[in-house]
C-alpha cells in the first residue's frame, strides 16, 4: 500500500504517477466512496487513490463524545454494511431512533413517528470521527486503494482545459494524472470551480449551534426519541448519544447563535431547555382551526405531546457554531471528472439529509462505474458519468427543495402560513398510509 509516510526518494519516482480514479477529499463521502470502489468486485483491476488534506484521520475519543454527528438513515446504513464498516461503528459507539417527535411551537401541531409503525429503526446517530474512522480502517485492507495524507491540492487540469486526460498538481510538485477525477473536496470545491460550473446557492442568514449535553436524571431511562422543534427563528433539535446524553443542532439566526455561544454554561442550558419548553405567542385563530381540525379528525391518530427531556449540563468545550445555506451545482459531471457530496449539492441541516444524499451519491456512482468497467467502458466517459448525475438529481433535487420549504415554512410567524402549515401537519399526523410513506422516502 502507498500511504502518506512515503520518502522523499520514492516521491521522485511517483512523479506523473497515473491513477485510474483519484478522488480528492477525505471526508466521510470520500472515503466511502474510495472503499465502494475498492470492495466492488467488478473494479478490483482499478488503482484508486485518495487524497486528503489531513495528516491522518482522527481517532474518536474514548472520554467523551463529538459535537458532530450524523442521522444515519437506511441507504447509508446498508451502504457501511456493504464496505465492512458498519461493524466497526457498532463497536465503537452508535445510538439508534427508535421514535421521533416533530412539533410547532406555535401551535399545537405535530407529528410523531415510531419504531412500531415501520418494524426498524428510524435512524441511527453515529458521531461523524468514529464513522470517518470505521471507514478509513476498512480502507486500509483494501490493496487497490492507495491514500495519500497531507495531500494539498494545488492545481487541476480537466479534458476541458485541454488536457489530454484529468492531471491533479499537488503542493509539494507531484503530478498525477487519472481517467477519472472525483472532487470529494466539500462545498467550497477546487475541483468544481475548475470544472466552470454555474453554483447556485442561497445563504439563509443561520447558524447552526451544535453541543453535547447531559440529561437530567428524571429523564427517560432508554433515551431512543429524537426532538425536534419549530421555532419562529429555526429549529432546534435534540438527538440521542446514549441513556443520559444528547446531541444539541440549533439553527437560528446568525445574532442569536453568537449569543448563545457568548453564554456560560449554566444560562446556555437554560436556554436550550426554555427554547424546547416556553410558551410562543399564540394566535386564538390559529388555535379555532386547530381545534375544529381535531374534531373532524376526532384525533384519529391517538397520539399526544410529550415533553422533550430536561438537559441538565453541557459537555465543555463541546459548543460550536457553523453558517448554514443552500447550494446546488448546475451538473455533476464532465468528460473525466464528476462532483459527489457537498461539492455537488448543500441542504440545511433540519432534515439531517446532508450526510445521506452523499452515501447515495456514492452508491450510484459505484454502480454506474462498475457497470462501465464490466462493458469495457472508459470510467471517465460522460456519457457514462451522465447516468448517475441523471439518477442523483432525482433524489437529491427533491430533497434540496423539500428542505428549503420547511426552512422558509417554519421560520416565520405569519399567521396564514402557520395556519396551514399547523393543519397540513396535523392531518398528516392523523394519516398513517401517509406518515409512512414520508417516512419510508426519508429513510431511503
Keep these: 500500500r502507498n500511504l502518506a509516510t512515503v520518502s522523499e526518494g520514492a516521491k521522485q519516482q511517483q512523479q506523473q504517477q497515473h491513477y485510474d480514479i483519484i478522488i480528492v477529499g477525505g471526508g466521510m463521502v470520500g472515503t466511502a466512496l474510495a472503499c465502494s470502489l475498492g470492495k466492488n468486485s467488478r473494479l478490483q483491476d482499478k488503482r484508486v487513490l485518495l487524497l486528503e488534506a489531513a495528516a491522518g484521520y482522527k481517532e474518536p475519543s474514548t472520554e467523551q463524545y463529538s459535537n458532530r454527528v450524523s442521522a444515519i438513515n437506511k441507504n447509508a446504513h446498508r451502504l457501511m454494511k456493504r464496505i465492512g464498516a458498519w461493524e466497526e461503528i457498532e463497536r465503537t459507539r452508535i445510538k439508534p431512533v427508535l421514535k421521533m417527535q416533530v412539533w410547532d411551537a406555535c401551535s399545537d401541531a405535530l407529528i410523531t413517528f415510531n419504531y412500531d409503525d415501520f418494524s426498524d429503526n428510524i435512524s441511527w446517530i453515529v458521531e461523524n470521527d468514529v464513522l470517518l474512522a470505521s471507514v ?14 497531507s495531500a494539498k491540492l494545488a492545481d487541476c487540469k480537466l479534458v476541458r482545459d485541454g488536457a489530454e486526460r484529468s492531471t491533479v498538481h499537488l503542493t509539494n510538485g507531484e503530478v498525477l494524472t487519472c481517467e477519472l477525477l472525483v472532487g470529494a473536496d466539500g462545498y467550497n470545491s477546487l475541483v468544481r470551480k475548475q470544472m466552470g460550473v454555474q453554483n447556485f446557492t442561497i445563504a439563509y442568514n443561520q447558524m447552526g449551534v451544535v453541543a453535547t449535553l447531559q440529561l437530567a436524571s428524571d429523564s427517560p431511562v432508554d433515551n431512543v426519541t429524537a426532538w425536534q422543534r419549530f421555532l419562529p427563528t429555526g429549529p432546534i433539535a435534540l438527538l440521542p448519544l446514549n441513556d443520559r446524553m444528547s446531541s444539541l443542532v440549533w439553527s437560528t439566526s446568525v445574532g442569536d447563535a453568537k449569543r448563545l455561544l457568548q453564554l456560560d454554561g449554566d444560562a446556555f ?28 379528525i376526532k384525533q384519529s391518530s391517538g397520539q399526544r405531546f410529550e415533553p422533550a427531556p430536561a438537559v441538565m449540563s453541557e459537555v465543555q468545550k463541546s459548543r460550536a457554531a457553523f453558517p448554514l445555506g443552500l447550494g446546488h451545482t448546475s451538473t455533476y459531471v464532465g468528460e473525466g471528472v464528476c462532483l459527489i457530496g457537498d461539492a455537488a449539492h448543500r441542504v440545511h441541516p433540519l432534515a439531517g439529509q446532508g450526510v445521506n444524499l452523499g452515501f447515495g ?13 464490466y462493458a469495457g467502458l472508459g470510467l471517465g466517459t460522460v456519457g457514462e458519468l451522465v447516468k448517475y448525475e441523471q439518477e442523483r438529481l432525482k433524489h437529491n ?24 402549515r399547523s393543519v397540513g401537519l396535523t392531518l398528516t399526523n392523523a394519516m398513517p398510509p401517509v406518515k409512512k410513506f414520508l417516512m419510508n422516502y426519508a429513510m431511503s
Design 136 to 149: 478509513y480502517r476498512q480502507l486500509e485492507t483494501v490493496p487497490n486503494v492507495d491514500i495519500r495524507y
Design 269 to 296: 442550558v437554560a436556554a436550550v431547555n426554555a427554547a424546547f419548553s416556553k410558551p410562543v405567542a399564540r394566535n386564538t385563530f390559529v388555535d379555532q382551526v386547530l381545534s375544529n381540525v381535531h374534531s373532524l
Design 361 to 373: 451519491d456514492v452508491q450510484t456512482l459505484t454502480d454506474v462505474l462498475a457497470d462501465a468497467s
Design 397 to 420: 433535487v427533491a430533497v434540496l427543495l423539500t428542505t428549503h420549504g420547511l426552512q422558509r415554512l417554519y421560520t416565520t410567524d405569519f399567521l396564514p402560513t402557520v395556519a396551514l
